[in-house]
């Protein structure tokens, strides 16, 4: 059965650093990997989506990496802001398998 | 645009009731998706769609049906509702199997 795990769990850093999310998946298969923000109450927003064929994505501050053969995909946001505080879900597999999602704080 | 557009935003209902969940997206999308997310949980897909007549099982089905009439529209239907199924649904849509998901912001539902 196919498992996403996110960590951390939490994250609060202070506004203007750079910081890494992750993203691992039990399932090798090739498939896409989408990176998506939910605010609280709200539904979720695409950032990013790597193709199965793809190492990696980039919009803006976010840039994202696939690497299959080791079941991990990574968020780097660069300079963070207070209005990038949401919760960040990351989805992959046959049957769209998300991760339960990095909370994500960033304080002015 | 709309998007997608989910009705109602809140509902309760009590046990052993049944209840559809409306879901409509104005972007002419092929494939559309219906997730629950219990609190802190990731989502999990309950049924989809690849087009209007043809539909297929996620992970958690049990307990809900779909149909899908028309490209627009992928109503989600409880029949006898229980307490296990008090979670936020999410619809989606996406043009394709490989193309970034669009989402409603959600219906929350609550089974006393």
């Known amino acids: 059965k196919q498992e996403v795990t996110q960590i951390p769990a939490a994250l609060s850093v202070p506004e203007g650093e750079n910081l890494v999310l992750n993203c691992s998946f039990t399932?090798?298969?090739?498939?896409?990997l989408q990176w998506f923000r939910q605010d609280p109450g709200k539904g979720l927003t695409s950032l990013l989506l790597i193709q199965s064929s793809q190492r990696e994505q980039t919009s803006g501050r976010l840039n994202a990496s696939l690497d299959k053969s080791s079941g991990r995909s990574t968020l780097y946001i660069a300079a963070s802001q207070p209005g990038d505080s949401a919760t960040y879900l990351c989805c992959y597999g046959q049957n769209f398998v998300f991760g339960p999602g990095t909370r994500l704080s960033v304080l002015p | 645009n709309a998007g997608v557009t989910q009705t109602p935003k809140f509902r309760i209902l009590k046990i052993g009731q049944s209840m559809t969940l409306q879901c409509t997206q104005d972007m002419n999308h092929n494939y559309m998706y219906w997730y629950r997310q219990d609190p802190g949980m990731g989502l999990k897909l309950i049924y989809y769609?690849?087009?209007?007549?043809?539909?297929d099982k996620g992970e958690v089905p049990n307990g809900y049906n779909v149909s899908r009439s028309t490209t627009e529209d992928f109503p989600l239907r409880l029949e006898l509702a229980a307490p296990s199924q008090t979670s936020v649904y999410f619809c989606a849509s996406s043009e394709g199997g490989g193309q970034p998901q669009h989402f409603g912001d959600g219906t929350r539902l609550s089974i006393l």
């Open positions: 399932d090798s298969a090739i498939y896409n």
């Open positions: 769609s690849v087009g209007a007549g043809i539909t």
